[in-house]
């Protein structure tokens, strides 16, 4: 599946919110193995903790199907995505 650069832009925002959703909950919840956490927010966190997960196995693997079409090396393009996703436009600053 051939993804644009903007694709991958959105991608890597999209894990990057997923994974601050997992870090606002460990804070708010205390850390999984020390806290004992209720049902809900047991749930709750498993479910964010998934989602982060999914989300940052789909990016690394567009990244590398990226790098792979482009002829660029998997490191550039990351480098690339990862700068371009922190800032607000998208592009290079």
Known sequence: MAHTFEELVQ???AATAAHATVEELREAYGPP???GMTGAQSG???TALRAWRDLARDVQTAVSEYARES???RAEVE??????AGSPSG???
């Open 11 to 13: 991608k890597q925002r």
């Open 33 to 35: 193995a020390e806290r």
């Open 44 to 46: 709750t966190y498993e």
């Open 71 to 73: 002829g660029r090396t």
């Open 79 to 84: 480098a690339d995505v990862e700068r371009a």
């Open 91 to 93: 592009e290079d600053t």
